[in-house]
């Protein structure tokens, strides 16, 4: 059976991975990790919901995990601002991703990689 994480921060929009909670509860082993619990296990896949994501995305714990995922070969997926998440933990070199428009100037983090 896969095992997967859908990560809530503060600031995420749960309504936006309630279709894959749906579509992914049977046959899945789906839980909802936190930021202040965040799974030891490397899961097969984790999905990353958009929102405001300005906590997530200086998280380095949750980075760290992201990144295990990533070397282990597990599915990473994100909605609109998750996207963020992932390219703040520097998995995203190379890669495309397509964001909203959003004006970032008066935000307190800048994005490195």
């Known amino acids: 059976m896969s095992k997967g ?59 760290t995990s992201i990144r295990n995922v990533d070397h282990q070969g597990g599915l990473l997926a994100a909605i609109c601002n998750g996207a963020l998440v992932l390219a703040s933990a520097g998995i995203l070199g190379g890669h495309h991703c397509t964001l909203q428009n959003l004006d970032r100037r008066g935000s307190s983090w800048r994005l490195s990689h």
């Open 5 to 63: 994480y859908i990560i809530h921060y503060p600031g995420c929009i749960m309504a936006e991975v309630e279709p894959v909670i749906e579509l992914l509860r049977h046959g899945t082993d789906l839980k909802i990790a936190t930021l202040d619990a965040l799974p030891k296990e490397i899961p097969n896949f984790v999905l990353i919901p958009g929102g405001s994501c300005d906590l997530a995305i200086v998280h380095s714990e949750l980075h």
